[in-house]
């Protein structure tokens, strides 16, 4: 059985930063592209941002680049949302995913439960 958990969400105060970790069991990331998500209360689903199987491809979004880093540590077959500067547009449910290809990561194979950031001004 496939399941990603993620973990490390939290209150932060804005401007400051957190790590999110996404680690995964039924599966090797080193097989899979990982992605991360997020969504706030009555809005859409939101991409942040990915890395390739090879752990050194990165692709983000607009609103992601420059604040928010993507890494994986293959031995603990976890992959890590850094956030940095964090604002209050930030606040949403943080999900990982994976999928056995690059693209269109918002039908990836496997979805986390999410993790809740929440950011005080």
């Known amino acids: 059985q496939v399941q990603l958990v993620e973990s490390g969400g939290g209150l932060v105060q804005a401007g400051g930063s957190l790590r999110l970790s996404c680690a995964a069991s039924?599966?090797?990331?080193?097989?899979?592209?990982v992605g991360w998500f997020r969504q706030a209360p009555g809005k859409e689903r939101e991409f942040i941002g990915r890395?390739?199987?090879?752990?050194?491809?990165?692709a983000y979004a607009v609103s992601a680049k420059g604040r928010f880093i993507i890494f994986k540590d293959k031995a603990k077959n976890t992959v890590y949302l850094q956030m940095n500067s964090l604002s209050p547009a930030d606040p949403a449910v943080y999900y990982c995913?994976?999928?056995?290809?690059?693209?269109?990561?918002?039908?990836?194979?496997?979805w986390g439960q999410g993790t809740q950031v929440t950011v005080s001004s």
């Open positions: 995913a994976a999928k056995a290809a690059w693209t269109q990561m918002g039908e990836s194979d496997f």
């Open positions: 039924g599966i090797t990331f080193s097989n899979f592209a």
């Open positions: 890395i390739k199987w090879d752990g050194y491809s990165t």
